[in-house]
């Protein structure tokens, strides 16, 4: 089944505590990105990857970081948490159609929780 | 980056009425996507739509694009109560790889 799939689905954590949210995707897709969605502020994409080892920031990449050293993974990083981030955050992935992202696969998310 | 606006913000209706969804974005795109949410879990992709096409069916959902003035339709028929959701439109940014630019969505609500 193709799918995106996200772990851990669920986060509390506290301040300064380093953290990764795993993303991983089964359609070999090239583009994969994330996503934090917000009350009132709708989804901003964070950081995104066009192929392995080729990665650049989203609207919001303030306190993350990201690496795609294989296609099918693309880890998000929390290096120092603040609660700031506290939020519910989505990994997609798609095909890159040489112009612009096709359809997005999204992820079930994962609903951090920053103390 | 360019945005999508869906309108209304909230619909409520009856079961087995249809819905029509808004979407406003403010530059040229290479294709318009529309997507459901629903509470608290991941979006999913429903219809894809190209700058070239003028409207584009799948099941009983209904997608129109009208580039000159810069907007998009959705229309759901027979609507079910398991169609309550939030809806968004989402553009590509033409020319660039930057992600998709979401409007903060309607929220559709369908009362048995």
């Known amino acids: 089944e193709a799918q995106v799939t996200q772990n851990p689905r669920y986060l509390i954590t506290v301040t300064g505590k380093k953290l990764t949210v795993t993303c991983s995707q089964n359609m070999n897709h090239e583009y994969m990105s994330w996503y934090r969605q917000d009350p009132g502020l709708g989804l901003r994409q964070i950081y995104y990857?066009?192929?392995?080892?080729?990665?650049d920031k989203g609207d919001v990449p303030e306190g993350y970081k990201v690496s795609r050293k294989e296609k099918r993974n693309f880890p998000l990083i929390l290096e120092s948490p603040s609660p700031n981030q506290t939020s519910l955050y989505f990994c997609?992935?798609?095909?890159?159609?040489?112009?612009?992202?096709?359809?997005?696969?999204f992820g079930p998310g994962t609903r951090l929780l920053v103390l | 980056s360019q945005q999508g606006e869906e309108d209304p913000q909230a619909l409520s209706i009856q079961e087995g009425e249809n819905a029509t969804m808004n979407c406003s974005y403010k530059?040229?795109?290479?294709?318009l996507q529309w997507y459901r949410q629903n509470s608290g879990r991941g979006l999913v992709h429903l219809i894809l739509?190209?700058?070239?096409?003028r409207e584009k069916h799948s099941g009983r959902l209904r997608v129109t694009l009208d580039t000159s003035k810069k907007s998009s339709s959705l229309l759901i028929t027979a609507s079910r109560a398991a169609d309550t959701a939030s809806y968004f439109c989402a553009t590509p940014p033409g020319g660039g790889a930057d992600g998709l630019t979401f409007g903060k969505g309607t929220h559709l609500i369908i009362q048995p």
């Open positions: 530059t040229s795109i290479n294709n």
């Open positions: 739509i190209r700058s070239n096409e």
């Open positions: 997609a992935s798609s095909l890159w159609s040489g112009q612009a992202q096709e359809t997005q696969y």
């Open positions: 990857s066009m192929n392995v080892e080729v990665t």
